[in-house]
């Protein structure tokens, strides 16, 4: 009877960790280097007693519906996408950044292109609603152009998806791009593109891609919430700490070695992993959205309403991270 009653805390330990392993967290994430810590969670998140299920999808607004349909829990995206998804009334809170910059504008060798004012009478591919639109459109209106996706301004806006950016150049269908990485990086090691600029020299400075986690886990499920966030810094600590860790899986798990390591390298040169995002900088970005009709809202969120970093105050802090 003593047996049986001293097995009875490790069985109740036992039971408890596998209810904790059915805690079942839905990612929504893109498929860029700079993500990849956010991708990584699912292989490292079981210590917490989760289980991350990644989704991915072709961009951040792609992922709103989701999330209104109840079908994802966080998700990683550029800072505009959050916004604009919050400002159509997506129940989400901004709750920590992973990666900045991120962007580059790359134009053809033979375009003629040495700075922005010398994208007049040219075109200029990039995705609708990603952090590289608002980045082009502030670089334009920096240099005095007009633009439009129609003819008659300065400059003649083409959008297309990411993954299609990189064979329009190659084509000589477009004279330059906004792109993200490592697509930038690889048009430029390929030699097909040349970097005219990193486009950080607006007060938005460079992009911090957010984190966003519904209202519903944050309030609802907060536990979970609170192992989520640990394992998010956790993972991000990881990448930052042993980029060989990082590289590999990027390189293997995400781009199926369809990126060198030079790719990778150049492209994390332009997008370090960070944890670390500010009402301040979501407030400006949200500013500039509606300078510049990025997203088309009606009613722009106040961040100081929906960006909440105690979670991942808390998460550093158990960690041990500055």
């Known amino acids: 009877?003593?047996?049986?009653?001293?097995?009875?805390?490790?069985?109740?330990?036992?039971?408890?960790?596998?209810?904790r392993a059915e805690d079942l967290v839905r990612?929504?994430?893109?498929?860029?280097?700079?993500?990849?810590?956010?991708?990584?969670?699912q292989e490292?998140?079981?210590?917490?007693?989760?289980?991350?299920?990644?989704?991915?999808?072709?961009?951040?607004?792609?992922?709103?519906?989701?999330?209104?349909?109840?079908?994802?829990?966080?998700?990683?995206?550029?800072?505009?996408?959050?916004?604009?998804?919050?400002?159509?009334?997506?129940?989400?809170?901004?709750?920590?950044?992973?990666?900045?910059?991120?962007?580059?504008?790359?134009?053809r060798g033979d375009a003629g292109i040495k700075s922005m004012k010398d994208f007049k009478g040219k075109k200029v591919g990039v995705a609708r609603g990603g952090a590289q639109e608002l980045l082009l459109l502030a670089e334009l209106s920096k240099a005095g152009l007009t633009w439009s996706d129609q003819p008659g301004k300065d400059v003649r806006i083409v959008y297309m998806a990411f993954a299609d950016l990189n064979q329009a150049l190659m084509q000589k269908s477009i004279d330059g791009?906004?792109?993200?990485?490592?697509?930038?990086?690889?048009?430029?090691?390929?030699?097909?593109?040349?970097?005219?600029?990193?486009?950080?020299?607006?007060?938005?400075?460079?992009?911090?891609?957010?984190?966003?986690?519904?209202?519903?886990?944050?309030?609802?499920?907060?536990?979970?919430?609170?192992?989520?966030?640990?394992?998010?810094?956790?993972?991000?600590?990881?990448?930052?700490?042993?980029?060989?860790?990082?590289?590999?899986?990027?390189?293997?798990?995400?781009?199926?070695?369809?990126?060198?390591?030079?790719?990778?390298?150049?492209a994390i040169g332009n997008s370090p992993y960070t944890y670390d995002l500010t009402v301040e900088h979501i407030q400006i970005t949200t500013d500039f959205m509606q300078k510049y009709g990025v997203g088309r809202m009606q009613n722009p969120p106040k961040a100081a309403d929906w960006v909440k970093l105690d979670l991942l105050a808390d998460a550093k802090k158990s960690l041990g991270v500055k």
């Open 1 to 19: 009877m003593k047996t049986v009653l001293g097995a009875l805390p490790v069985l109740a330990l036992t039971f408890s960790m596998q209810a």
């Open 27 to 41: 990612v929504g994430n893109l498929k860029f280097a700079h993500y990849g810590a956010v991708s990584y969670m």
């Open 44 to 107: 490292i998140c079981g210590k917490y007693g989760l289980k991350v299920q990644e989704r991915v999808f072709a961009k951040g607004l792609d992922i709103m519906p989701a999330i209104i349909a109840g079908e994802i829990d966080v998700s990683a995206s550029a800072a505009d996408a959050a916004i604009a998804g919050r400002a159509s009334g997506v129940p989400i809170y901004a709750v920590a950044g992973f990666a900045e910059g991120g962007a580059r504008i790359v134009v």
């Open 177 to 266: 791009m906004a792109q993200s990485e490592p697509q930038a990086s690889q048009a430029i090691n390929k030699n097909y593109g040349v970097e005219l600029m990193k486009p950080y020299d607006t007060p938005m400075g460079e992009p911090i891609r957010t984190l966003v986690m519904t209202e519903k886990m944050y309030k609802e499920r907060r536990p979970v919430a609170e192992r989520f966030m640990k394992c998010f810094v956790e993972a991000t600590k990881t990448f930052i700490e042993k980029p060989e860790v990082a590289q590999k899986f990027v390189i293997d798990k995400m781009f199926k070695g369809q990126i060198t390591a030079q790719d990778f390298k150049d």
